[in-house]
């Protein structure tokens, strides 16, 4: 294996160190909600403000992030999310009230916000297309263990530490070892990398005239609104789940997380088959469109009386229909992204699609508070239906192939 493959390959596995725990840490507070409900008496509301408010800081120095890591800050900015956002989950445990945790989860908004516009365009420049899927899907498949592991990891450690507060601490601790190995190979990757011998621009098959296109083409605009739609029901069912399970069907913490867990893990096996799929087939939009149109149903069935093996059922098709969808829409944000401006435009996409995902959690909780959980779900049904019929009119770009000009890169 040659240096440059090894480079690519460290980068890949620190980048699924650092996901990891930007998905553990974003969803921190989701496995203790309940908890954390009743010793700050929160509303349902104000657990959504609390939930948001790392969303909502992440998403709005993302478009900070993106050009500055287009300056060469990438391979600083991986680690660096790592552990800033433990030291911001330490001082979360110290939270007394509502606005105290409102302004810790504002700190781990900071702390987190460097790793997604870094990755993605770090990973479409050691990749070529026609391993870009792969490359991304593991990368997301170690956040998707994140997020799986969250619920059930938080519950355990709250039984077995007797609260939410010490759980925090291991949770922050965790990120301070896991930060070694992240900067060691993002350091390896940067002094093993041979830089390739090609003309200005014509990385990963771009030419010139790419490289000096417009962000804001047709596809782009259309992305943006996809992965605001998207966002919405990822939010709400990673960081909400567990609380949406105890409070509409009574079950414990722990077994509410066990449940959210469930539903993750099927969402990594599926994230993990499509993305071999998208690749293989050589198509993205179709997987996009699938992933929302089909989740649209799951959701809607949540809103009838399960008993627990029809609830695990419908969990695991909520888990496995959304996260089928992304590696391919991750993959399809990368190739429509011009290759001199990729941070900036995942800063933008990170950003600006990024804020209805991040207001959907408040949003969520209102609608709970006052027309109840029934209509919350409903909410989401419709988002996700509709980021469905938004996909379909994304434009097909062939993998490893030429660019359809005359369509994708068409500046607005």
């Known amino acids: 294996m040659d240096k440059t493959r090894k480079a690519s390959i460290a980068v890949l596995v620190a980048c699924m160190f650092a996901h990891f725990l930007n998905h553990v840490y974003t969803g921190a507070l989701s496995p203790f909600l309940s ?83 870094s990755a993605f365009p770090t990973l479409s420049e050691r990749f070529p297309e ?47 070892v896991v930060f070694v190995p992240t900067l060691y190979l993002m350091v390896f990757s940067r002094r093993s990398r041979v830089a390739p011998q090609v003309p200005p621009g014509a990385a990963d098959g771009h030419t010139d005239s790419e490289t000096s296109g417009s962000v804001w083409t047709r596809d782009f605009v259309l992305v943006l609104l996809v992965t605001g739609l998207r966002g919405i029901p990822f939010r709400c069912t990673t960081l909400l789940m567990p609380l949406y399970l105890t ?17 993750l893990t099927a969402g990594l096996v599926g994230e993990l088959v499509f993305a071999r799929v998208s690749d293989r087939v050589g198509k993205r939009v179709p997987f996009i469109v699938m992933s929302m149109l089909l989740l649209a149903p799951c959701l809607l069935l949540l809103n009838l009386s399960l008993d627990l093996p029809a609830l695990i059922v419908v969990l695991v098709g909520i ?42 959690p408040w949003l969520f909780g209102l609608i709970g508070d006052t027309y109840g959980l029934a209509a919350s779900i409903i909410f989401l049904v419709v988002t996700s239906f509709a980021g469905g019929v938004a996909a379909t009119f994304l434009t097909e770009r062939p993998v490893n192939g030429p660019a359809a000009t005359d369509v994708c890169t068409e500046p607005l």
């Open 35 to 117: 908890e954390i409900m009743a010793d700050l008496s929160l509303s349902l509301t104000e657990v959504g403000i609390a939930t948001s408010a790392v969303v909502v800081t992440m998403t709005a120095c993302h478009i900070i992030v993106g050009p500055l890591g287009d300056r060469g800050l990438r391979d600083v900015f991986i680690p660096a999310s790592v552990l800033l956002s433990a030291i911001a989950v330490l001082f979360t445990s110290l939270a007394t009230g509502l606005w105290i945790l409102v302004a810790a989860q504002v700190l781990l908004g900071l702390g987190v916000s460097p790793y997604h516009p």
């Open 130 to 176: 026609e391993e870009r899927a792969q490359a991304v899907g593991l990368q997301a498949a170690g956040g998707l263990v994140g997020v799986a592991v969250t619920p059930f990891l938080g519950s355990a450690l709250m039984v077995v530490l007797g609260g939410w507060r010490p759980s925090l601490v291991v949770l922050g601790m965790l990120g301070l």
């Open 247 to 263: 409070l509409r069907y009574g079950y414990e913490p722990l077994s509410s997380g066990i449940l959210a867990t469930i539903m």
């Open 319 to 360: 888990g496995f229909t959304y996260f089928a969808g992304v590696p391919a829409s991750q993959a399809y944000q990368t190739e429509i992204s011009p290759p001199h401006a990729r941070g900036l435009a995942f800063g933008v996409l990170f950003s600006i699609g990024a804020v209805p995902g991040a207001l959907a």
